[in-house]
């Protein structure tokens, strides 16, 4: 079934296609749906079929794809196509964003754990003088 594809195709493009196996995310009965494992990309995706969304995930259990390829390793496929490792790298007319571009975004979308220590000294402070109780 796994050389067959019968469980579907991995949906990235970088994975060219490759079978995907069935995995439970728990080993309890009725707690979640079988979802599709890729072993290219090693993530995890809901499927699209209604014959499989309906199948319990512990009737595969957490360890199918891994315990497969444990006893098989020889269908582990390869992290690279044709000796080449295939990375996005994404680019703006031709030319590669700079990586601090990516950093300035991640700085962006978590900036309170940027917030000065100062600032969070000066606000217990006034917390403590509000409540009567200074810190010795």
Request: aromatic content about 12%; some cysteine.
């Amino acid at each position: 079934k796994y050389k067959k594809a019968d469980f579907g195709r991995c949906p990235r493009v970088l994975c060219y296609g490759q079978p995907l196996l069935p995995v439970g995310l728990s080993d309890i009965s009725y707690q979640k749906a079988v979802k599709l494992y890729c072993p290219r990309c090693e993530d995890i995706y809901s499927p699209k079929s209604s014959r499989h969304g309906s199948i319990d995930g512990a009737y595969f259990g957490t360890t199918f794809p891994h315990m497969l390829f444990m006893m098989y390793p020889h269908m582990v496929p390869p992290k690279h196509n044709n000796g080449v490792v295939s990375i996005y790298r994404p680019k703006i007319f031709g030319f590669n964003v700079h990586e601090i571009a990516k950093l300035q975004r991640w700085q962006e979308a978590h900036k309170e754990l940027f917030v000065s220590p100062i600032h969070h000294k000066e606000t217990w402070l006034i917390s403590c003088c509000m409540l009567g109780k200074l810190p010795g």
